[in-house]
């Protein structure tokens, strides 16, 4: 479908989901919200549980032995529990993890460590908990990391119950606020690794359904010079031979052929120009449509005010031109809520502009065709105007890209692409 196929080829331009822009790792991490640095602050600050058993440890008189055994157990867990869950869980590295032999039997060997400890050494350890369940959130597939963390939940209140006879003289409020950390933790595990697979899923088909289109356009040049090109070139290769058959014989006829060979093949590379500019240029129709889906599917809600009036092929493109620029930077450099593409004709002059609510980080390029400084100069050779720049709307930060165009300009840019084919 054209619509869909022009959609991604500008996500594949803009770097938002195609090899060559941003990376996959890096797009499945920006699409999650949580940056890497935000996600390793949150798993260690977890590491604060390891006070209790730590203080337990100092507290309590215990041979040399003991007290060595406890502090490697509380370096190994912290070791290994950071190295579990170190990777960002909207990464390609955190799947791999998770499907790691070494890592399911590393999460075993500390749920062991922590069980046997808060039975041996005390109820401090089973702070530790909190740890595993994460893990076994991040780790396990939906099923088993669900009954990991009820084991994981339980199991404080069965050793108490052990321990005491029954709930007289257990903390109950110490007790409820770590089975609800354990619980709580775990739950939020499971919920982050799941979103975090949907999302590579997502950039994964996004990678795919781009690289289909570019396959898809591929084929259409393929098909379209074939039909522009196939019969001419017949024709001019047997136009070609009679007029080499005729040089001396009859040469007006000749002259004749050799004519008819140059009016086929000026008109044949006039198609060929015309196909060739119609592959590269954009539609302001297709990209309007292509920037209302693809700003719902990353949660931005677009508000998109068309023209009803046909444009000049010249004006059309650059107003297409920056339909694309104006979406790309809403979505790669803000945290926009709402984006409003307004459009105007008037007598003289036509007007798009593109305001998002979120601000903006301009980062200015020199590569001809890209960002803003490539929209420019496709303003300026159509003797337009272009601003972009923050904008104060009802006291929030926002970003407009506002170009305008004559629409005298059309005939002159016609004349100027002639030319430079």
Not at 91 to 119: E, P, Y
Not at 150 to 175: I, N, Q, R, Y
Not at 279 to 305: C, F, H, K, N
Request: charged share 20%; hydrophobic share 50%; proline share 4%.
């Amino acid at each position: 479908m054209q619509i869909s196929r022009d959609q991604w080829i500008r996500t594949k331009e803009s770097g938002i989901a195609y090899p060559g822009g941003t990376q996959p790792a890096e797009e499945g991490i920006a699409s999650s919200g949580v940056t890497f640095h935000l996600w390793r602050l949150y798993q260690h600050a977890w590491l604060v549980c390891l006070l209790f058993p730590l203080a337990s440890l100092v507290r309590d008189p215990l041979p040399v032995w003991h007290l060595a055994l406890g502090l490697g157990a509380l370096v190994g867990f912290a070791a290994s529990y950071t190295w579990l869950m170190w990777p960002h869980p909207a990464s390609q590295r955190a799947r791999t993890r998770a499907q790691s032999r070494i890592s399911f039997l590393l999460f075993i060997a500390l749920s062991v460590l922590v069980l046997a400890f808060s039975v041996v050494y005390g109820s401090a350890w089973l702070w530790l908990l909190i740890g595993t369940s994460a893990i076994a959130g991040l780790l396990l597939s939906l099923r088993s990391a669900f009954a990991a963390v009820v084991l994981f939940t339980l199991f404080p209140l069965l050793l108490m119950l052990k321990l005491h006879g029954g709930l007289a003289g257990v903390d109950l409020w110490w007790l409820i606020a770590l089975m609800l950390l354990v619980r709580g933790l775990g739950l939020d595990m499971i919920g982050v690794a799941r979103m975090g697979s949907a999302i590579r899923e997502l950039h994964a088909a996004r990678r795919e359904l781009a690289r289909l289109a570019v396959i898809e356009e591929r084929e259409r040049l393929s098909r379209d010079l074939h039909d522009l090109l196939g019969q001419t070139l017949s024709m001019i290769t047997l136009k070609s031979e009679l007029a080499r058959h005729l040089v001396t014989e009859e040469p007006n006829r000749c002259a004749q052929e050799l004519s008819e060979i140059e009016r086929v093949a000026r008109h044949t590379l006039r198609e060929v120009r015309e196909a060739v500019a119609g592959y590269r240029q954009p539609t302001l129709s297709s990209e309007l449509e292509g920037a209302r889906l693809l700003l719902e599917a990353v949660g931005i809600d677009p508000q998109i005010d068309p023209i009803q009036e046909v444009l000049p092929p010249a004006i059309d493109a650059v107003l297409a031109w920056t339909v694309r620029e104006g979406v790309t930077n809403v979505i790669r450099h803000s945290r926009a809520w709402h984006c409003h593409i307004h459009l105007t004709h008037n007598n003289s002059t036509v007007e798009a502009e593109v305001l998002n609510d979120g601000g903006a980080r301009v980062e200015s390029t020199t590569r001809p065709g890209l960002g803003l400084v490539g929209l420019r100069e496709r303003v300026s050779a159509l003797g337009g105007r272009m601003e972009a720049g923050p904008l104060d709307a009802t006291s929030k930060e926002g970003f407009r890209v506002r170009v305008e165009l004559p629409l005298q300009a059309s005939g002159k840019a016609a004349l100027l692409q002639e030319e430079r084919a």
